[in-house]
């Protein structure tokens, strides 16, 4: 990390609000982590065969690093160290959430990027018995950091093909946020080709008072504003698949008039 004399803002609040800039102060520094995530590899070695059983490879270990908030210089300049009421403000912004928080860099080349992570292992930075600052590990809920939420607009009177380019570092498959307003009933359709398959996202027989959908094509829930199921009219022909995409540019074919909308947070491997 090459951090020094700058801010962080963790759960929308910025650590100069607490008094505090990230650099390195005296024995205590941010840490460096590694650049690319780490394949796990699943596999047998067997005698009598020179090749491994492969079975996969997954990357799943979260990114982790070390990051050092103390006081700016010219209260440690001043001779004033943190008290008690400092620590304990400090500690109920960073710990003890029960779900992930964002936190970004506020930095020149890291402006786009952020991190989904959970704080813990909070210490003091001492020295000489005061106690200047913070050191505390950042556990993300994912080997990557994210970008900033990308939206692709796209108006559909009846059918549309485009392409849309992944930003992510991810070599498997990023599922979007989906949106689709104004639809004025019937069949509506979503193919996407890619480096890495051919699929369909299909509905048929929408009726007209189901005309705005909101799509978690991660976790594979739909949810419709008019209060009706829309489960019941997909179609799960071959090849069914919620829109996924695969890293670099996705064809994508909208059929069914109205807006469609994606929001996307490409995850990206720039380490921590």
Request: net charge negative.
């Amino acid at each position: 990390m090459s951090f020094y004399g700058t801010s962080m803002l963790f759960d929308g609040v910025s650590c100069e609000e607490m008094g505090l800039v990230m650099y390195d102060f005296a024995s205590s520094r941010q840490s460096a982590t590694t650049f690319t995530s780490d394949l796990e590899i699943a596999e047998d070695r067997i005698d009598g065969r020179y090749r491994s059983l492969f079975y996969g490879g997954a990357v799943n270990a979260p990114l982790t690093f070390t990051m050092v908030l103390c006081v700016s210089e010219d209260r440690a300049a001043s001779n004033e160290p943190l008290d008690r009421w400092d620590l304990q403000k400090i500690a109920s912004w960073l710990t003890g959430h029960r779900e992930y928080k964002w936190l970004s860099i506020v930095q020149e080349d890291m402006e786009e990027i952020r991190y989904r992570c959970l704080i813990s292992d909070l210490q003091a930075v001492e020295v000489a018995g005061n106690k200047w600052g913070v050191s505390f590990q950042v556990t993300c809920d994912s080997p990557y950091a994210y970008l900033r939420p990308m939206v692709y607009d796209y108006m559909v009177a009846s059918s549309l093909t485009t392409t849309l380019r992944s930003e992510s570092s991810h070599n498997g498959f990023y599922y979007p946020k989906l949106a689709i307003t104004g639809h004025t009933g019937g069949d509506l359709s979503i193919w996407i080709e890619n480096r890495m398959e051919t699929s369909s996202f299909t509905f048929q027989g929408l009726p007209s008072a189901m005309v705005d959908l909101t799509i978690d094509c991660e976790n594979g829930v739909i949810t419709s504003a008019s209060g009706l199921n829309p489960y019941q009219y997909l179609s799960y022909d071959t090849p069914f698949h919620f829109p996924r995409f695969a890293r670099g540019d996705n064809t994508i074919t909208m059929t069914g008039s109205g807006r469609y909308t994606f929001t996307c947070e490409w995850p990206v491997n720039v380490g921590g």
